[in-house]
C-alpha cells in the first residue's frame, strides 16, 4: 500500500520542485540514463534550477521559447554549450567530419547506393521528396569540385573546380595574391600550372585593376604549361592585343584588320570618332559644288619639319616629320581643320589633296593662257 501511494504522489513531488513562471512551467521530461535528463521548457527557469547543481550530471535542455537546444554539465566550464541555434534551422547546424559508411535503404529516405564507395569528403543532398540522393559535390583539401575530384591547389589559395562526365576539360577558378582567375584545362599544384587533361588550356586573371587573357598550345595531361599573354586591357582602360602594356586605348602587336574595309586604302573617321572607310560615291553625297580652295590657297601654306612631344608618337626620334601646323591651316581652309575631341586640333589631308589638284588645275590654265600669248608674240 505504501509502494502504490508513493508512486500516485511522485509526479506531484516531481512537479513541486520547480517553480511555476506565469504559463511556463518548467516539466519533467525523458529520462535517459542514471545521470542524464531531458528538459523542456524556458532556459531562463531551467537554467536558475541547474547553475547551481554541484553534481556531474549532463542534460540536454530544449528552450520552448527560442526552439534551441543546449547542452549542460556541472562540471565543465562553460556549464552551458548551445548546440543548435534553432531547430527550424537544424540542417545548416549539423556537419559530418567523419565518413558515412554502409547502405541507406531507399525505405528510410536513401538510394540504396553502399555508401562506403563513396570518396572521402563526399557529399550528398536531399532531392525535391527529402530523399537522400549524391550530389556529384567534393571537397579535398579545401577545394571544391562539381562532378569532378578537385586538383591539389596550391596552399596559398583554394578553388572550385568542375569537369564534364567524359573528362575532356575542366574549368577552375580561384582567389590568391594575384586577383581572381579562371582557367579551362589547367589547374596550380603549388609551384606550376599543369594540364588537367590533354588538349589546349586558357586563363583569365583579374589583378591590380587590370584583365588579363593568356593561351596555351595544345599538351599533355600533368605536363607543365607555358602561357603567352595575347590580350590585355590595363587599369587605364587601354586594350593591348599581344602587348601585356598597352600604351594607347587600343594598341596592336600585329597586323590588324576590318574585313569591310577590303580593297581600301584611305581610312577616316566621322563626326562621332567612328572609324570607317573614306567612302567617295556620288551617290553619298549631296549639294555638290566646287571648291574655292586652289593656288592662292596653297601658295600662303607653310609646311614645316618638326618632332612631338609625345615619345609614342614619333617614327623616328632622330627624325624630323614634315607636315602643317592646323593653327596656320584653320587661317587659310578651315574646311580641312577640325578638332580631335579633347581640344587639340588636327588635319584632314584629304582636303589639303583636293586643293592641290585645284591649285594645279588654276596653274595649268595659267600655263595655257602665257602660251597662247607667247605663240601670238612670235608670229608678228
Not at 142 to 171: H, M, R
Not at 263 to 292: F, H, R, W, Y
Not at 336 to 344: L, P, R, Y
Request: aromatic share 8%; net charge negative; charged share 15%.
Amino acid at each position: 500500500m505504501k509502494k502504490i501511494l508513493f508512486l500516485l504522489l511522485f509526479p506531484c513531488l516531481a512537479l513541486a520542485q520547480y517553480t511555476n513562471n506565469g504559463n511556463q512551467k518548467i516539466t519533467l521530461g525523458e529520462q535517459t540514463s542514471a545521470d542524464g535528463l531531458v528538459w523542456r521548457g524556458r532556459l531562463a527557469d531551467t537554467a536558475n534550477l541547474l547553475t547551481n547543481k554541484l553534481d556531474t550530471s549532463v542534460y540536454i535542455v530544449l528552450d520552448t521559447g527560442t526552439r534551441a537546444m543546449w547542452y549542460y554539465r556541472a562540471s565543465t566550464t562553460p556549464k552551458w554549450t548551445r548546440l543548435v541555434d534553432s531547430l527550424n534551422n537544424l540542417q545548416g547546424q549539423l556537419s559530418l567530419t567523419t565518413k558515412v559508411t554502409g547502405v541507406l535503404p531507399v525505405a528510410n529516405g536513401g538510394t540504396g547506393a553502399d555508401m562506403s564507395s563513396l570518396p572521402n569528403n563526399y557529399l550528398i543532398r536531399t532531392n525535391s521528396s527529402g530523399i537522400f540522393d549524391t550530389a556529384n559535390v567534393y571537397e579535398a583539401n579545401g577545394n571544391i569540385g562539381l562532378n569532378v575530384i578537385p586538383s591539389s591547389w596550391g596552399s596559398q589559395f583554394k578553388a572550385i573546380e568542375s569537369g564534364d562526365n567524359n573528362n575532356q576539360s575542366a574549368v577552375t577558378f580561384n582567389t590568391g595574391a594575384n586577383g581572381l582567375n579562371f582557367f579551362a584545362n589547367a589547374f596550380f599544384d603549388g609551384s606550376n600550372t599543369k594540364y588537367k587533361y590533354n588538349g589546349f588550356a586558357t586563363r583569365f586573371v583579374t589583378a591590380d585593376g587590370k584583365y588579363e587573357y593568356y593561351i596555351a598550345p595544345s599538351g599533355t595531361a600533368g605536363n607543365n604549361i607555358s602561357w603567352t599573354e595575347v590580350m590585355t586591357i590595363d587599369a587605364s582602360g587601354n586594350l593591348g592585343i599581344n602587348q601585356p602594356a598597352p600604351t594607347q586605348k587600343l594598341h596592336v602587336v600585329g597586323n590588324a584588320r576590318i574585313t569591310a574595309m577590303n580593297g581600301i586604302g584611305d581610312i577616316g573617321a566621322d563626326a562621332n570618332g567612328v572609324l570607317q572607310a573614306a567612302t567617295s560615291d556620288m551617290n553619298l553625297k549631296n549639294t555638290i559644288e566646287n571648291s574655292p580652295f586652289g593656288l592662292n590657297e596653297i601658295l600662303l601654306l607653310n609646311p614645316v619639319t618638326f618632332l612631338y612631344n609625345d615619345e609614342n608618337r614619333k617614327i623616328d626620334s632622330d627624325v624630323k616629320e614634315v607636315g602643317f601646323i592646323a593653327q596656320d591651316v584653320f587661317d587659310i581652309i578651315p574646311n580641312a581643320v577640325s578638332s580631335t575631341g579633347t581640344g587639340d586640333l588636327q588635319l584632314d589631308y584629304r582636303a589639303i589633296t583636293a586643293t592641290l589638284v585645284k591649285a594645279i588645275q588654276e596653274q595649268q590654265a595659267l600655263i595655257k593662257t602665257l602660251e597662247q600669248r607667247l605663240l601670238i608674240l612670235e608670229n608678228k
